[in-house]
Structures are given as structure tokens and as C-alpha cells.
């Protein structure tokens, strides 16, 4: 330790230079004091370096310019005391900019550096703005940069949501899913559940994919947003999705589509229920399926879809006369004696309050 602060002040001189060779020897060198431990990163902030490596950070020579921002990082990811010591620097915001605007010659240093500043909780919200523009810059097809970006963007979000969110940095990758990757879009995906910035056609366009992780995803966004309590109608372009996975897919998505639905349907708003009532005949349909967990996600549904119909709009002889032409009334007189007890009791009451013949006359 007394080695380096004997050292630093040769080294701070060295970047002051007019020889280029020598100031870009002295700022590799500091670079590489910062980045062995914390005492060392403590004895460059105390040597007043922070200053000139601002400085060198801005150099038309490239070289000198990535070292001096990888040492800036290093330092900001040192500590919060450190960090602010960076940002509180008159240098900062113009260095940033400067960095930002030369992104195409200082590539993924950029972003490394940037996510360095959103390692520590309590992100100053003075370098914000200058933080999203530097993500912003991101070429979707360089993963790893997109990678660091989506794990900054998760610590910012906890402080500046809003910011975030009218930046369209995660919205750029879900629409990139091509270029990004699925498990990425699908990070972004979730990253913007959190802050209610999923929409249809975000879903839309990820379930084109085909990616298992990401039509999961999509189901549990679709429950997500109709399961908020301000959401009392269930939007009917999510019901058309849903029901797209419930006959075009794999069985373990529609196992989930038939969790979401149930989940749905068993808040019991009647708003929500009578939109789902376009879904009874392909119920119908999907009442021999052998999945007991999905039969009676399927059952109780259309139980709460009968009960509602019954008891809101009085309107179950007309429905029971829809689900007979469906085949509804058969396939639920079948699962009467199914091995599964759950599957047999629920296909008993729905059998006896909506569907006997004894009450069709």
C-alpha cells in the first residue's frame, strides 16, 4: 500500500504528459491499481485522480479513452461513497455524453462502464438520463451488451420506473427478439410486467416465436394484467390469445392457459366472466382431454361461466341448448364416473344445477 501512494503521484503526473505513449502507460497502470482491491481504488479517489481520468476519458485517442473510463467504472462500482465521488465530479455528465455520442468507437466499454454506475443501490438521479441514453445505444444482436443492459435496467427500475419505462429500451429487445434471443426478451418481458408496460401486441409477438419460455411468460403477463383490480373487463384480444394457445399449442402451455382462466374466472366479476363465455364451445371440445389437472381447470371454469349465466342474466336454457350442439352435455354425462373423484364431482354439479334433463322442460 505505502508502494502505491508513493507510485501515484508519478502516475498522476504521467497522465498529465505530452507524450501519449507515457500518458496512456501511466493510465493502464492506475486502471490496474483500481481494479486489485478496494484499499487501492480508496488511495487513487484520495490522490485526486478522479479528475484527470475524467479527462483522459474524453482523449481522441481511443486506447487512453477505454482505459480511463474502465478505470472511472471500476471506481464507481467500488462503493457508494466512491460512486458518488465520481458523479459529484464536474466532469461527469460531460464525459458521459461524450461517451454516449462516440459509442461506435467506444462500443461495449460504454455499457460495461454504465453498468458499473448501477451496480450499488440508490442510483444518483442526476446520471439517470445520461444511463438510459448509453443503453439505448445497444446493438440487440450483442447479447452480452444486452445482458448488462436488462441487469442495470432491473436496478433502476426500483428507483426511476417511469424513466425507465418512457426510455423503450426493454420494449426495442421484446420487438428484437430475433436479434436478442428468447431468454433476454423474455427477461425484458418480465422487467416490464413490473412496471404495467406489457401490451397485447408485445405478446403477440413474442408467442410468434414458438419459445417455450416465452409463451409461458406470455401467460403469466396475460394473468398478471387481467388479475389487477382495476382490470374488472377482460380484454377480449387477450381472450382470442388464449384461446389460440388452448387449441393451436403444446399441452404443458395449455395446461397453463387453463390455470390463467380459472385463476380469472374465480375472482367472480361478472364483466370478466361474460367475456369468457366465447371460450364455452371450445370447452366443449376439450372435455376428453386426459389431463386431470386440466379437466378441472377446464370444469370449474365452466361451472363459474353456467353459475354466473344462471344467476346474472337468467339466460341458462339457451346456453344449455348452445353446449348440447357442442357436445357439451355428453362429454360432462361421461366424466360422471371418471376415475378422478375431483374430476367426477365437479362434472356432478355441473351436470345436476345446469345440465339434467330433468330441468329442460
Not at 439517470?128 to 432491473?154: H, W
Not at 355428453?330 to 376415475?339: G, I, Y
Request: hydrophobic share 45%; aromatic share 8%; net charge negative.
Amino acid at each position: 500500500m505505502e508502494n502505491i501512494t508513493e507510485l501515484l503521484p508519478y502516475l498522476l503526473e504521467g497522465m498529465n504528459s505530452v507524450n501519449e505513449s507515457i500518458v496512456y502507460q501511466s493510465v493502464v497502470a492506475v486502471s490496474e491499481i483500481i481494479a486489485r482491491s478496494a484499499e487501492n481504488t480508496a488511495a487513487v479517489v484520495d490522490s485526486a485522480a478522479i479528475g484527470p481520468l475524467l479527462r483522459l476519458s474524453t482523449s481522441n485517442s481511443c486506447g487512453i479513452a477505454k482505459r480511463a473510463i474502465f478505470a472511472i467504472s471500476n471506481i464507481a462500482a467500488t462503493s457508494q461513497k466512491y460512486r458518488d465521488a465520481v458523479i459529484q465530479s464536474e466532469r461527469i455528465k460531460e464525459a458521459m455524453r461524450h461517451w454516449i455520442d462516440h459509442f461506435d468507437d467506444l462500443g461495449g466499454v460504454v455499457i460495461w462502464s454504465f453498468s458499473n454506475f448501477c451496480v450499488l443501490s440508490e442510483i444518483p438521479a442526476e446520471i439517470v438520463p445520461e444511463l438510459l441514453d448509453g443503453f439505448s445505444k445497444i446493438p440487440i444482436n450483442d447479447r452480452k451488451a444486452v445482458e448488462l443492459s436488462i441487469q442495470s435496467l432491473q436496478s433502476l427500475i426500483k428507483e426511476h420506473a417511469e424513466l425507465v419505462k418512457s426510455s423503450g429500451i426493454l420494449q426495442k429487445i421484446v420487438f428484437s427478439v430475433k436479434e436478442a434471443g428468447p431468454i433476454l426478451a423474455q427477461s425484458a418481458l418480465r422487467l416490464l410486467g413490473s412496471i404495467d408496460s406489457v401490451d397485447v401486441e408485445m405478446i403477440r409477438n413474442l408467442l410468434e416465436t414458438g419459445d417455450s419460455g416465452l409463451i409461458l411468460e406470455c401467460c403469466s403477463q396475460i394473468f398478471r394484467i387481467c388479475s389487477k383490480p382495476e382490470n374488472t373487463i377482460f380484454d377480449a384480444r387477450f381472450i382470442n390469445i388464449l384461446s389460440e394457445i388452448l387449441e393451436n399449442h403444446q399441452f404443458e402451455y395449455q395446461l397453463e392457459v387453463s390455470r390463467i382462466i380459472y385463476k380469472i374466472s374465480s375472482k367472480g366479476i361478472p364483466d370478466q366472466i361474460q367475456e369468457m363465455v366465447q371460450l364455452v364451445p371450445m370447452f366443449c371440445r376439450l372435455l376428453n382431454h386426459r389431463s386431470p389437472d386440466f379437466l378441472k381447470n377446464i370444469m370449474e371454469t365452466l361451472y363459474i361461466i353456467l353459475f354466473t349465466v344462471k344467476h346474472y342474466w337468467f339466460d341458462i336454457e339457451n346456453y344449455r341448448e348452445q353446449i348440447d350442439g357442442y357436445g357439451g352435455v355428453d362429454a360432462v354425462a361421461n366424466l360422471l364416473h371418471h376415475e378422478s373423484k375431483v374430476i367426477a364431482e365437479v362434472a356432478d354439479r355441473i351436470h345436476n344445477q345446469f345440465l339434467n334433463d330433468d330441468d329442460w322442460d
